[in-house]
């Protein structure tokens, strides 16, 4: 978005600051992360927690898994099952339309996260 500089000029700024689509190795992934951020930085909490949800299914069929092991997945990446259950509840008042508090966005966002985190490591 442009913002203004020292001297009165306007310039573009694609994104300020570290982000945590640095995690994923692949491209198309991080493009998804950067977009779940991006919505997260515009106030659209429900939008970014849909389309984190959204990531983590990409990210589980570019491992190998089939979607509906996301529990799988997530679990064998170190999410604890008490964190897996509480995003999967706000991911799905999110798909029911329910206003999502930016704390519980940040909680999805982190789990994602985390699963990226998790298989950079077992790259490496």
């Given amino acids: 978005e442009p913002h203004a500089v020292p001297g009165g000029a306007m310039m573009a700024v694609a994104a ?12 198309a992934l991080r493009v998804e992360a950067e977009a779940v951020e991006h919505l997260l930085d515009h106030g659209d909490n429900a939008g970014a927690v849909i389309r984190a949800a959204g990531l983590l299914g990409l990210a589980a069929g570019s491992f190998g898994f089939d979607p509906d092991d996301e529990p799988l997945l997530v679990l ?32 999805v966002l982190h789990v994602v996260t985390e699963v990226a ?8």
């Fill in 117 to 124: 985190l998790a298989s950079r490591l077992a790259l490496a």
């Fill in 76 to 107: 064998l990446h170190g999410v604890s099952g008490r964190r897996y259950r509480r995003y999967h509840q706000i991911v799905a008042a999110a798909n029911r339309g329910q206003p999502v508090d930016a704390i519980d966005a940040l909680l």
């Fill in 16 to 27: 300020i600051g570290p982000s945590f689509a640095a995690c994923w190795a692949d491209p």
